[in-house]
């Protein structure tokens, strides 16, 4: 069966996209906080596979100057099948005319998105609410 994209959430399910997000896996976001950050969010994409969720992401946007893409989540079935390289292509192209478009990556998945065209951030900088966490996970390191 082929997969079916939307830029509308809807439709969305968002107990369907917790789950998506926790088996991608990209930590526990509750379904509240997802249609939050989903809807505060300028460009979004959901793709579906007989009626399910099988991927999503997002990208927060001023406008012009900077398109940031985030939360791309790719059902672990579907990994590896050129879906998720479909989700930031799409991302990307609704960011074209942003002076930067930056992404924020899963430690370990730096080459996936070097292939797509991304560059390493050399001078970027976060806090992020839990630090010991997020140096653990590997996020953060000394500046």
């Not at 979004?44 to 099988?54: C, D, I, P, Q, T």
């Not at 430690?107 to 998105?113: D, I, R």
């Not at 900088?125 to 630090?131: G, P, S």
Request: proline share 3%.
């Amino acid at each position: 069966m082929p997969v079916t994209w939307t830029n509308s959430q809807d439709q969305v399910d968002w107990s369907e996209l917790e789950s998506l997000y926790r088996l991608a896996p990209l930590g526990n976001k509750s379904a509240e906080h997802l249609l939050t950050v989903f809807t505060n969010s300028r460009f979004k994409f959901f793709a579906y596979e007989n009626g399910h969720l099988v991927a999503a992401g997002r990208a927060l946007s001023d406008g012009a100057d900077c398109s940031y893409i985030c939360d791309v989540a790719v059902m672990p079935s579907h990994q590896g099948s050129g879906l998720g390289r479909e989700m930031v292509s799409r991302l990307v192209e609704a960011s074209r005319g942003h002076k930067k478009i930056i992404l924020y990556s899963v430690p370990g998945k730096e080459g996936f998105y070097r292939k797509l065209g991304f560059m390493r951030l050399l001078t970027a900088m976060a806090i992020f609410e839990n630090q010991a966490a997020a140096i653990e996970r590997g996020h953060l390191g000394e500046a």
